[in-house]
């Protein structure tokens, strides 16, 4: 389950996202994904074929997905989390999450997560700048701020 909320100050907005993810992944780190999805703009059901790969220092993920409804839209979503021991305590923390949505008429939007910082058991804190590109604006949008998130194991 993935739930994330991310205000943007200085135009006073808030956007929340929950994500509930059933996959199964076979042996080769490849399987089938349906995903339950609520936003502040939609919610819905997508379904499509994933990777996924993980060990103490990496995570890799990618989610090729379609829409379950009445229009086309498919989309990209990947996650790369490097994680290496800083000391016996402490972690680096850094991850980059890439999604991009699609339908008929091409491009619609894309955004990409940036986080640098550190972990120490499973708390992670640090740097972050969201960058947000969309089919009906010329500009991207970029968001820095700080990042807290907790990683339960």
Avoid at 38 to 44: K, V
Avoid at 72 to 79: A, D, E, G, V
Avoid at 91 to 98: T, V
Avoid at 117 to 124: A, H, I, T, V, Y
């Amino acid at each position: 389950m993935i739930g994330r909320a991310t205000a943007e100050y200085d135009e006073n907005k808030t956007d929340l996202f929950t994500g509930a993810y059933l996959n199964y992944t076979t042996n080769s780190g490849f399987g089938g994904t349906v995903l339950g999805r609520i936003s502040s703009n939609n919610a819905g059901i997508d379904a499509g074929v994933h990777y996924f790969k993980a060990s103490k220092k990496f995570v890799i993920y990618a989610l090729l997905s379609i829409n379950i409804n009445n229009e086309l839209l498919y989309s990209w979503f990947s996650i790369l989390r490097f994680t290496p021991d800083l000391n016996k305590q402490w972690k680096l923390y850094s991850s980059l999450e890439l999604f991009s949505a699609f339908s008929d008429i091409g491009h619609l939007s894309s955004v990409q997560r940036v986080r640098i910082g550190l972990d120490k058991k499973g708390n992670q804190f640090g740097v972050a700048v969201n960058l947000h590109e969309s089919r009906y604006s010329a500009s991207i949008d970029i968001n820095p701020g700080i990042f807290f998130r907790k990683q339960f194991q």
